[in-house]
């Protein structure tokens, strides 16, 4: 009886366009201090909710046009190898 309540309401209510922060990071893998750079850079917008941070599908898909459009490309900086003149 229980389940098939929750799975009426599920019916009722579309999934929610927010999803943990931690978990999207995770799944794309990047540590949750890359993703407090990116937060403080302004190069994404976050949600928080009662203390724990949330991000919108539509923040992370203009993300990704971003990225994938090279605004946050820098060249590679090699470094050099030691007692090499």
Not at 20 to 39: E, K, M, N, Q, Y
Request: charge should be positive.
């Amino acid at each position: 009886m229980f389940v098939s309540a929750i799975g009426e309401l599920a019916k009722q209510f579309p999934t929610s366009d927010l999803v943990a922060f931690d978990h999207w990071l995770s799944a794309i893998p990047v540590t949750s201090t890359t993703g407090w750079r990116w937060r403080k850079r302004g190069w994404i917008k976050t949600v928080n909710i009662c203390g724990r941070i949330y991000i919108s599908r539509q923040e992370i898909s203009r993300f990704e046009e971003r990225a994938a459009a090279g605004e946050f490309a820098k060249t590679h900086k090699t470094p050099k190898r030691k007692g090499a003149d």
